[in-house]
């Protein structure tokens, strides 16, 4: 249960921006971190990049805009959105990397002395084959683990403040359709930047490169479930069939992140060359 409280930690916060403004969401977060200084200083820290930190970026540009010649409303796209998240949360992995490590050591090798003590105090009794590859698996992607996880809570708590503020009917922007996510192109040149840095480079740049490839695929990834979902809500059965995607996905998990990843880097293909077959012609 604590675990539970903890990622929904910026939910109220969130709520509040996404209902009342930028402005409000800044005096709630101030009172907040006042009253986590008094209580327990040591916390504040965390306190504030696991929850004022994602509260300001997801309110602040959520709520911005722009009119449309015809008079619309223009709102700022999701996808642009969770790549701007994706990115924050590639700078968090690389300035956490950089406080933890000591004098010395890689940030490889600081990760395995980390998680070789988790391990030990949480399970002391685990096979030493179990443990030595658990400890080679985690280590080599604590940072992206991280990463991920704080991207994924920013986004699980972003959406449940719009759906909660939208049936509340105090939404400043409508909800948006999630089935058309569109991640912006230049993040997949960051992923391809991270890619070869992880690949080419040795040592704690090779090391940091990897992870900073594998929490930036996370938009891709929910490009790709947003493909699953537009494919299958026509359906008259579309229930039945997310859930049993949603099954043999979790039970696949591993596999299943890099076929739905997949997915994502052919919707950014497709719309490249959407674009470039749309420039060809307004030329010609």
Same mark, same amino acid.
């Given at each position: ?26 005096? !709630? ?56 998240l994706a990115m924050v949360a590639v700078g ?12 010395? *050591? ?26 030595? !590859? ?18 994924? %809570?920013?986004? %699980?708590?972003? %959406? ?37 840095? !992880? ?52 039970? *696949? ?32």
């Amino acid at each position: 249960m604590g675990v539970v409280l903890a990622y929904l930690m910026p939910l109220p916060l969130v709520m509040v921006g996404f209902s009342r403004g930028l402005g409000r969401a800044v005096i !709630g977060s101030c009172v907040a971190l006042a009253v986590v200084l008094v209580a327990t200083p040591s916390t504040a820290l965390v306190f504030s990049t696991v929850a004022l930190l994602p509260t300001l970026i997801l309110v602040s540009l959520a709520r911005l805009y722009r009119l449309t010649p015809s008079g619309g409303v223009d709102w700022y796209p999701p996808g642009s959105l969770l790549a701007w998240l994706a990115m924050v949360a590639v700078g968090l992995m690389l300035l956490g990397a950089l406080l933890v490590t000591a004098g010395g *050591m890689t940030f490889e090798d600081e990760a395995r002395r980390y998680i070789t003590q988790l391990l030990d105090q949480i399970a002391p009794l685990t096979p030493v084959e179990v443990k030595d !590859g658990a400890i080679a698996l985690w280590s080599a992607l604590l940072p992206a683990l991280l990463g991920s996880a704080w991207l994924i %809570m920013v986004v %699980m708590n972003g %959406m449940l403040a719009q759906w909660t503020v939208a049936k509340a009917g105090r939404a400043f922007r409508p909800t948006p359709a999630y089935v058309t996510l569109e991640v912006p192109l230049w993040l997949l040149a960051a992923l391809i930047s991270a890619v070869v840095i !992880g690949l080419t480079a040795g040592g704690n740049i090779g090391y940091l490169g990897r992870n900073a490839a594998a929490v930036l695929m996370w938009p891709q990834i929910f490009a790709g479930l947003a493909v699953v979902h537009q494919a299958l809500r026509r359906r008259s059965n579309a229930g039945m069939m997310l859930a049993f995607f949603y099954v043999g996905f979790f039970v *696949m998990f591993g596999w299943a992140l890099v076929a739905v990843a997949g997915l994502g880097l052919v919707r950014h293909w497709t719309r490249l060359r959407r674009r470039q077959v749309e420039s060809s012609q307004e030329e010609k």
